[in-house]
Each structure stands twice: as C-alpha cells, then as structure tokens.
C-alpha cells in the first residue's frame, strides 16, 4: 500500500512540473533573489528570537528556579515578623486579629501558608505575601465572675476580684442588714456570671449597707486628713474608698493625705442626710490639714 503511495505523490509531482512548466524559470529566480533571501532570514531570526527572549522575560519575572522556604513566625510578635520578613524578601499581609488572654498583644498566632518543616515543606516566591491572624491590639474583653449566686460574698472580696481581672470599681449602697453584693452593673444594666465586659470599664457594685438603711448626717471631710476623715466617716456607720493622686506613696504618706475632693458631698444632698452603709469616696493628695469646722472646711492642697 505504502508503495503505491510514493508512486502517486512522483507521479502527482511530476503531473505539476508539467503543467506549470511555462513558470517554473520566474519561480526559481524569485526564489533564488535577495529580496527574497534577506525576507526568509529575517522571518528565522524572527522564529528564534521571539521565544528566546519571551522565555527569558518568563523566567525573570516568574523567578524560575528560585524559592523561600516559609519561616514560622507564629508565636512572634508583629514588630519581629516585619523585620524577618523584609531580610526574607516576604510581604507581610495582617488578614485577621483575635482577643486572647494567653499572648500578648500583636503576637502571630496563626499564618497562611504554613511554616516549612521536615514533615510539610513550604515554599514561595520573593516578594510573594504571607497572611498572618495576630493577638488584636485593642482591649481585652473578660468574664464577669460569679459573686452573686450560691457563694455570695462581700463587698471588698467582689472589689478585689473584679479590679484582679482589670476592672475598675465603684460601690451603690442599698438597704440591707449585711454588705452583701446584691447584683453587678454595667452602664446601668445588670451584668452577671458569664458576661463579657471589655477590660478597664468600671463595675458597678451594688451591695447591702450592713446597717439597715438608717439615716445618718454626713460631714464635710475636705481639708482633713485621710486618717481623720475615715474615722468620722466610719463611725457614722459609712464606708470609705480612697483614691490616692501621687507618685511613690508609702504607707506613712497615705495617712497624711488631705483629702481634696468628696463623693457624695453634703451640699448636695437634701438636709445633708444619708443611709448607714453608704460608701464615701475620697480622692486625697498631699497637702497641709486645715482645722475647721467639719461643715466649713475647705481644701488647702500644697503642690
């Protein structure tokens, strides 16, 4: 068969040259001219040179050949993964942040693609980008603590559990034969076991005055000492919070503190009256007492 196959394409070839016999003499000499030549070796280079060059611009910008192996920069802080990943020629991308009590803020937590190992190799591209979730840099939301349910507890055992966990405290007296917590509030809603509240705010203390809501006068305790002031204070049957303003307070200073400002003041309370167990908060600084009368006195503060 194959044969009389060459056979037909001789034959063929031969039936061709005679019939275009007449120009067969132009054919060759145009194909024999150097127009013609200089065309057929431009077309080559043309053939060659395009993908030669199309295949070295692929190779440089596809870094062929060249790799990174993935560095873990899990359990790093943000600040040391930017300056590994610039000595990686890596770009670091942040695609999520979580709240966690375990790290600290802005460390790496998770990253996309995975770190290289033995067990998983991974590999990139330079400048080629790495997805990172970090410990978020804003607040910490925590837990509201069980203290009003089976194991009920005081009022300075809630203050010292709450202000432990990053809160911050103040205390509403209410009628009742004990200093019980009664119930807890944030922002003026009840907040109980379970809730989440972001670290900082302050917690209402709603708590029992222990003296079944007897009215008391208060006095005008700006200008005394801390000492003096909670010992008229806690014999009316109040509580008293201090907060000191100062630097390097000793326990010594903390006695000599002039209180300077009073919460709730007896000017603005109707006949100067209120309810035993209510809590006085003091803000004191240091300063020079003034002797007066405990309804006259006003605040001299020594810078």
């Not at 070295?56 to 990943?85: C, M, R």
Request: glycine share 8%; aromatic share 10%.
């Amino acid at each position: 068969m194959l044969k009389f196959l060459s056979i037909g394409i001789v034959i063929a070839f031969i039936a061709l040259i005679y019939i275009f016999r007449k120009n067969l003499n132009p054919f060759f000499r145009f194909v024999t001219s150097k127009l013609f030549i200089i065309n057929l070796v431009l077309a080559g280079l043309a053939l060659f040179l395009i993908p030669y060059f199309t295949l070295q611009y692929l190779n440089d910008y596809t870094n062929h050949g060249v790799k990174i192996a993935v560095p873990n920069f899990i359990g790093s802080s943000i600040e040391d993964v930017s300056a590994l990943a610039n000595d990686k020629q890596l770009k670091i991308i942040i695609s999520d942040s979580v709240f966690s009590d375990d790290f600290p803020k802005g460390t790496v937590l998770r990253q996309n693609p995975k770190p290289n190992s033995e067990n998983y190799p991974s590999y990139v591209k330079p400048n080629r980008k790495i997805y990172l979730t970090i410990v978020k840099q804003g607040g910490e939301y925590k837990e509201i603590p069980d203290l009003t349910g089976d194991y009920r507890v005081s009022k300075k055992i809630a203050k010292v559990r709450l202000e432990m966990l990053g809160f911050k405290t103040s205390f509403t007296a209410v009628p009742s034969p004990d200093d019980y917590v009664i119930k807890l509030k944030y922002k003026g809603k009840e907040v109980g076991k379970g809730d989440k509240v972001l670290k900082g705010e302050t917690i209402e203390i709603v708590h029992g005055n222990g003296g079944g809501g007897k009215p008391v006068i208060l006095e005008n305790v700006e200008g005394l000492t801390v000492y003096d002031a909670t010992q008229k204070l806690s014999l009316a049957g109040l509580n008293v919070d201090v907060n000191y303003e100062g630097e390097n307070i000793s326990a010594e200073d903390s006695i000599n503190f002039v209180v300077r400002i009073q919460n709730p003041h007896p000017r603005n309370l109707p006949q100067q009256m209120v309810q035993t167990g209510t809590t006085v908060t003091l803000i004191a600084e240091k300063g020079t007492p003034i002797v007066k009368d405990s309804t006259q006195i006003t605040p001299s503060i020594t810078p």
